[in-house]
């Protein structure tokens, strides 16, 4: 059973920067494409960015094109965001998920997902 573990949140202040990180367990990574997504409070989750299984694919979403990088290490089973020139409007939570589909940012797609880790971007 696959399981993924997110980290590397935290408070910073606008105009830094964050590098998360999305570890699997009980299964391959390369198995599976991987998305990140957020939740800010009252909001719904949205996609933020997605990587195909060996990398030859990535999506962004149009607000943090330029500024978050998407990228994955299969032999360390983990895949990472990058995430520069953050803004207040960047503050969700934010979740790794799993897919055996195609690299896509909707969440129905995805049927493994991490716990979350907390990015709040405030001066």
């Known amino acids: 059973q696959l399981q993924l573990v997110e980290s590397g949140g935290g408070l910073v202040q606008p105009g830094g920067s964050l590098r998360l990180s999305c570890a699997a367990s009980?299964?391959?990574?390369?198995?599976?494409?991987i998305g990140w997504f957020r939740q800010a409070p009252g909001k719904e989750r949205e996609g933020v960015s997605c990587?195909?299984?060996?990398?030859?694919?990535?999506n962004y979403q149009a607000s943090v094109k330029g500024r978050f990088t998407i990228s994955r290490d299969n032999t360390k089973n983990t895949v990472y965001l990058q995430m520069n020139s953050l803004q207040p409007e960047d503050t969700a939570v934010y979740f790794c998920?799993?897919?055996?589909?195609?690299?896509?940012?909707?969440?129905?797609?995805?049927?493994?997902w991490g716990q979350g880790t907390q990015v709040t971007v405030a001066s």
């Open positions: 009980g299964s391959s990574l390369g198995d599976y494409g």
């Open positions: 990587i195909s299984r060996t990398a030859g694919s990535k």
């Open positions: 998920g799993a897919t055996s589909g195609l690299c896509v940012l909707w969440t129905h797609e995805y049927g493994h």
